[in-house]
């Protein structure tokens, strides 16, 4: 994904020093206790349904194993978390148990979905949809998001 950066040495460097400090990060946090389970892969607001029986999540096509902390990704962005953010911390732990370890690799895995997203924006997404993939406002969005963790990591 790197060299598809290479007119924007900035945000290229950006992801790459990013993605080295997520991965030292994680690599830490997985000695230290980091949950490993099946996940949902986008839990998300837009993917939690109210129904008259509670809250349902749908859109599963992004589960499967990982760290089980990145389902909290979706709702966490950072010190200025969602609105959201407390409520849905509160309903994901009344179900299933994190590790501190788990909670400190929240922003971690935040970066890692966002350069996923990014490197699916810039790469797959081309070779099935052409060069629109690369306009319009998620890949600026997504790259933003990634300069806010970063400003506070």
């Known amino acids: 994904m790197l060299p598809r950066l290479m007119n924007r040495p900035a945000d290229q460097k950006l992801v790459a020093d990013l993605g080295d400090d997520a991965r030292r990060q994680i690599t830490d946090l997985a000695e230290q206790g980091l949950s490993w389970g099946v996940r949902h892969g986008d839990a998300s607001m837009d993917n939690l349904h109210l129904t008259d029986s509670g809250m349902v999540l749908h859109d599963f096509d992004l589960a499967g194993m990982g760290w089980r902390a990145a389902d909290l990704t979706g709702v966490f962005t950072g010190p200025r978390s969602s609105l959201h953010w407390e409520a849905f911390l509160a309903g994901y732990t009344a179900v299933a148990d994190l590790t501190p370890a788990d909670l400190r690799a929240v922003p971690w895995l935040a970066v890692t979905g966002l ?39």
């Open 115 to 153: 350069i996923s997203n990014l490197a699916f924006l810039l790469v797959e997404g081309p070779s099935f949809r052409g060069t629109e993939a690369l306009d319009g406002s998620l890949f600026e969005r997504e790259l933003n998001s990634l300069r806010s963790l970063a400003a506070t990591s």
